[in-house]
């Protein structure tokens, strides 16, 4: 009875602390270091807290701490949370705790950190769940015949879209909110009071005061009105502003920035090497504006002399500062397709920070002695002064390196012994990259652009040039330079990696290269990523090249931040960070100060748990903010494909099958615009899917639709709404029918 009494005052205790105003979640730990509990007695300590999850009151949130469970009102009641288990009536109930993501159709999928497959929630199980809500899940089905997880939303336990950005429609007496995230799939009903005055068509942003019912939908309140439907900017202004991306920069941060002088003073040269006579150019897109590297190089019989010379934000952007907070909230520039929404205001991005030709800068520089073979034999990462001497676009580069304009080579004479030398150092590093195994996607970008009312133009892909490629060979290797520097020196530190693909992933992709006649590694061996390039260079040219190469891509895992060195798989390489970008990503400026902190002899054990205590956020936070940013800018490019092609509705291009589905096919034109012709529109037979070779076959025609096949399509149409463009095949038959017609 005594051990009873002990155990429920331990629970009540623990309890009663968790629900404290002042308490933040801790780890079992912290918890024990809270109650001054040796290392050696924490037993009852981990009992008590499973106790505690058990019974409901107590749940572990993301990170592994422990919270008590809250309730809508405020009070406690029983919310399960991760993983635990119950017993019910003999069986065996699982909860799990992630976010929802809502789908158009009514249906939905609940993303569980740390999960590889996310779980599937049919319509009539998604309760009161909206898009990005956090849920408590009920496992319905497991995984079973490829099938993923199938489950049922128990309880919302925290909203997680506050805002909605949409079309406003009024009716005499109210009025409604159409998301433009068709993801977020109910209207919102806005009262008359509470509209703003905002008219038909009108993009809004409106707070939501209730989240409705099952059978209700939500109500919200008019904030502020972006401007009319089709005006200039409001449609990417739109997509922006619904992924919560801020547009303007606090007027605290606007004025640290405006304190900062435009140029440097005496004091800022002390103590730096000074490099402003040595010969450097930055080599950018023309309509770059922030310049953060420059590049400068010589060679010393068979040795080159590489200089990456990086922008030293870190000088201007202090730790914990207006500027920083707000640097680390965005994580990194936005690049719209008619906008960049910066990290940094552009006082110092394109100003103090932009390694602008003919100006004094301050500069971080990896300073790098390379052999013939492309090692680096030595190197030194430095504060510097530079002085960049010209400021070239990759277009003349380029130019000049392929001895296509002759005015252009005459206008830069004096650097263009310079530039062949680039050229000869980056061929040697791209082949030693090639040689350990490095992958080279070469996909195109595309290229957008548009008038001055903000329509598009013009659509066409941005390939790799040589000049491009000097560059990106020479970031990458003082990227690694500087990784492998501080991994041995033991600091706390950002790397990028990359793991390894998913074993089963990769598996079924390899199967179907298996089938073209391909040889590639034996079933269930570990894959290294010489042998995805192997396949990558055997199918080059092949219609098919454009398919296994997305497959490829898409088995493989997305590159992250992480303080643990655990390599890039991607890259072949073993160490592997972000050093070259510090005004337009936060991981590099971050890295920049731990550098300078070690240059300086201020990396003491106390600075040392100083980065190591709040690294792992700034990495985490950083990989979720970069993964915001793609997604957004994908969104705009879809969006604006989607206008383009709507003022082109019947004309016939031709593509290749980018993809093949059970519903129809994808088809990608010259300009990278991709459509989906929906199998009603094969009207000339019935088609069978093939699962294994992604291929549509008529049963009786016997006409066969497969990856990387040439087809030609007619625009049917172009929704900019949906971001979505629909095709039909266009077949000899179908030309003839309509010359009939006519």
């Known amino acids: 009875m005594k051990k009873n009494a002990q155990v429920k005052k331990r629970r009540k205790m623990l309890y009663e602390i968790m629900c404290c105003k002042e308490y933040t979640p801790m780890?079992?730990?912290?918890?024990?270091?809270?109650?001054?509990?040796?290392?050696?007695?924490?037993?009852e300590l981990h009992k008590t807290l499973d106790m505690l999850l058990e019974e409901g009151k107590i749940s572990i949130n993301k990170r592994g701490r422990y919270e008590a469970?809250?309730?809508?009102?405020?009070?406690?009641?029983?919310?399960?949370?991760?993983?635990?288990?119950?017993?019910?009536?003999?069986?065996?109930?699982?909860?799990?705790?992630?976010?929802?993501?809502?789908?158009?159709?009514?249906?939905?999928?609940?993303e569980v950190e740390g999960e590889a497959e996310d779980i599937f929630i049919p319509e009539e199980h998604t309760g009161d769940a909206l898009h990005k809500d956090t849920v408590q899940v009920r496992i319905l089905k497991e995984e079973r015949d490829g099938r993923r997880r199938e489950g049922a939303v128990v309880k919302v336990l925290e909203r997680g879209m506050k805002e909605v950005v949409g079309t406003y429609e009024k009716s005499d007496s109210f009025g409604f909110l159409v998301?433009?995230?068709?993801?977020?799939?109910?209207?919102?009903?806005?009262?008359?009071?509470?509209?703003?005055?905002?008219?038909?068509?009108?993009?809004v942003v409106a707070s939501i005061r209730n989240y409705g019912t099952r059978s209700r939908n939500p109500e919200g309140k008019v904030k502020e009105?972006?401007?009319?439907?089709?005006?200039?900017?409001v449609d990417v202004m739109s997509v922006?502003?619904?992924?919560?991306?801020?547009?303007?920069?606090?007027?605290?941060?606007?004025?640290?920035?405006?304190?900062?002088?435009?140029?440097l003073n005496e004091g800022d040269y002390y103590g730096r090497m000074d490099l402003r006579d040595w010969t450097m150019v930055t080599i950018d897109g023309e309509d770059a504006k922030d310049l953060d590297d420059a590049i400068s190089v010589t060679k010393e019989g068979e040795f080159y002399h590489l200089g990456v010379h990086i922008a030293d934000v870190s000088n201007y952007v202090q730790y914990n500062s207006a500027l920083d907070r707000e640097a680390l909230k965005r994580g990194t520039s936005v690049y719209l397709v008619d906008r960049v929404i910066p990290m940094l205001p552009k006082k110092l991005s394109n100003g103090i920070c932009s390694l602008n030709a003919g100006e004094d800068r301050l500069a971080l520089s990896c300073l790098m002695d390379i052999d013939k073979k492309g090692n680096v034999i030595g190197h030194k990462i430095a504060e510097t002064v530079i002085h960049v001497d010209r400021r070239m676009t990759y277009t003349n580069v380029k130019k000049i390196l392929l001895h296509e304009d002759e005015e252009i080579t005459r206008e830069y004479a004096e650097l263009a012994p310079m530039f062949f030398l680039m050229q000869e150092l980056s061929?040697?590093?791209?082949?030693?990259?090639?040689?350990?195994?490095?992958?080279?996607?070469?996909?195109?970008?595309?290229?957008?652009?548009?008038?001055?009312?903000?329509?598009?133009?013009?659509?066409?892909?941005?390939?790799?040039n040589v000049a491009t490629e000097i560059i990106e060979d020479f970031m990458l290797l003082a990227n690694e330079t500087v990784a492998e520097e501080y991994y041995f020196r033991d600091i706390p530190f950002v790397y990028r990696t990359h793991d390894n693909p998913d074993p089963e992933k990769m598996e079924a992709v390899l199967s179907m290269v298996r089938g073209t006649g391909i040889k590639v590694k034996k079933a269930k061996q570990e894959i290294h990523?010489?042998?995805?390039?192997?396949?990558?260079?055997?199918?080059?040219?092949?219609?098919?090249?454009?398919?296994?190469?997305?497959l490829l891509l898409r088995s493989m895992k997305q590159a992250k931040y992480t303080t643990d060195c655990s390599g890039h798989f991607g890259l072949a390489a073993r160490y592997y960070c972000h050093f070259t970008s510090p005004i337009r990503r936060y991981p590099d400026l971050q890295i920049h100060r731990i550098i300078k902190e070690t240059i300086h002899g201020r990396m003491t054990q106390e600075k040392k748990k100083h980065y190591a205590d709040f690294l792992d956020a700034v990495a985490n936070q950083s990989s979720t903010l970069e993964r915001r940013a793609e997604e957004v800018e994908r969104e705009t490019v879809k969006m604006k494909k989607a206008e383009y092609m709507a003022a082109h509705l019947g004309e016939i291009f031709e593509g290749t099958i980018s993809g093949v589905m059970e519903w129809g096919l994808y088809v990608e034109l010259l300009s990278t615009v991709e459509g989906l012709v929906h199998v009603n529109t094969l009207t000339d037979d019935y088609y069978v899917f093939d699962r294994e070779h992604y291929s549509l076959t008529g049963e009786t025609t016997k006409r066969q639709y497969v990856m990387g096949q040439k087809i030609k399509v007619r625009v049917e149409n172009a929704d900019i709404v949906t971001k979505t463009v629909d095709f039909s095949p266009v077949t000899e038959e179908s030309v003839e029918k309509v010359r009939g017609k006519e």
């Open 69 to 110: 469970v809250r309730k809508e009102s405020g009070k406690k009641e029983k919310e399960p949370s991760r993983e635990y288990e119950k017993k019910n009536k003999g069986k065996r109930e699982f909860y799990l705790t992630g976010i929802f993501v809502g789908n158009a159709k009514g249906f939905g999928f609940v």
């Open 427 to 464: 061929g040697i590093l791209r082949k030693k990259r090639g040689k350990r195994g490095a992958i080279d996607f070469d996909f195109p970008e595309s290229k957008i652009k548009l008038d001055e009312n903000g329509r598009p133009t013009e659509i066409y892909s941005y390939e790799q």
């Open 240 to 263: 922006a502003r619904s992924y919560d991306l801020p547009m303007e920069f606090p007027e605290k941060v606007l004025n640290q920035a405006e304190r900062i002088k435009d140029s």
């Open 179 to 203: 998301p433009d995230n068709r993801k977020f799939s109910k209207d919102i009903f806005i009262p008359m009071e509470h509209s703003m005055g905002a008219v038909s068509g009108d993009k």
């Open 27 to 43: 780890r079992a730990k912290d918890l024990a270091v809270l109650l001054q509990i040796p290392a050696g007695k924490r037993d």
């Open 225 to 233: 009105i972006l401007g009319h439907q089709g005006e200039k900017g």
């Open 529 to 550: 990523p010489k042998e995805v390039q192997r396949i990558l260079d055997e199918i080059e040219g092949m219609d098919c090249e454009p398919f296994f190469s997305r």
